[in-house]
């Protein structure tokens, strides 16, 4: 299928239009989900088309579901599907992922029968092959979208939860939002026909991505961590919305906490909740003591007598 993109051949339509509510359609903000988490709701879904046959052979037990809930990860960027106000606590989304630069060809066919690519991202899908662009252009050639309507309890909100390049918000316009809308009834339409027709392919399916992810846990690395690693505080697409006190090392900056830093309480969905100053005692201690032998050292300097001429 060949596909011809308007804003390829046209330049990009700056069509996005802000609405009277907090978070409109179409605007970029980070979640801590795991990429894995609508892969297997859709391979739940799967299971119900066809109850004699894959009900028996095909479930997503609850441990793997709230595992995949639970694990506390770096937050990725998700694309809003409907618009909300700011007391809901639930959105429509699709989550967004780099898949630690992974060759496409090389995850499981859950995971490439449901990405779309981002622009610049030069890898085409059939049968598809198509792409859409964010506005700004998006500045990783490795972006992805999951073409999955998915429910978030965890969208990191308010201005701070807003992914950027540079000083300006990501969004998708549009046309690129019905684009995405589109695609996801149609691969979904797919998803569910291959499901009725072969019982055993959404167990076989699922069973893919259960070791896909044992293995890259045994790695250390799963496609839930961002590859925008790298990019740290920089800015760009690859950076994180918010400082992460989580992972301080993807910052570069000290491990250590310097004396009266702000200790976040992270125990809940929304991070940044509660904030309190907290003194470390042994670091201040050792602290008072140099500055005891100094000003020690100082006062011994002029109580000795000064040298005759």
């Known amino acids: 299928m060949q596909y011809d993109c308007a804003v390829c051949a046209n330049g990009v339509v700056m069509d996005f239009k802000r609405e009277q509510t907090m ?3 179409g605007e970029v903000y980070g979640t801590r989900e795991s990429v894995y988490a609508p892969i297997l709701e859709m391979l739940g879904a799967g299971a119900q088309v066809a109850p004699s046959a894959l009900q028996s052979r095909v479930s997503i037990p609850r441990s793997i579901q709230s595992r995949v809930d639970s694990i506390g990860r770096s937050p990725r960027p998700c694309i809003l599907l409907q618009a909300a106000s700011p007391g809901e606590t639930e959105h429509d ?40 662009h964010s506005i700004p252009e998006w500045d990783l050639p490795t972006q992805w979208i999951i073409a999955i309507d998915f429910k978030t309890r965890r969208m990191v909100k308010g201005n701070i939860g807003r992914w950027r390049c540079g000083l300006e918000h990501y969004v998708f316009g549009a046309s690129a939002v019905e684009h995405l809308r589109v695609r996801v009834r149609k691969t ?33 690395s799963r496609p839930n961590s961002r590859n925008s690693v790298r990019s740290g505080h920089s800015g760009r697409s690859g950076s994180r919305p918010y400082p992460d006190p989580l992972n301080r090392q993807s910052m570069n900056v000290p491990t250590t906490i310097p004396e009266d830093e702000p200790v976040v309480s992270n125990d809940d969905d929304e991070p940044f909740r509660t904030v309190s100053f907290d003194r470390h005692p042994r670091r201040c201690a050792s602290h008072k003591e140099f500055h005891i032998r100094v000003f020690s050292a100082w006062l011994a300097r002029f109580a000795r007598p000064r040298r005759e001429r």
């Open 23 to 25: 978070y409109n359609i």
């Open 93 to 132: 989304v699709c989550l967004m992922a780099t898949y630690t630069s992974a060759q496409i060809v090389d995850l499981p066919q859950a995971f490439r029968h449901f990405s779309l690519a981002v622009h610049p991202n030069p890898s085409a899908l059939p049968p598809f092959n198509d792409h859409i």
């Open 188 to 220: 979904r339409a797919i998803w569910q026909s291959k499901c009725a027709l072969d019982p055993a392919f959404a167990s076989c399916q699922l069973q893919e991505v259960i070791n896909h992810e044992a293995e890259h846990n045994k790695k250390g």
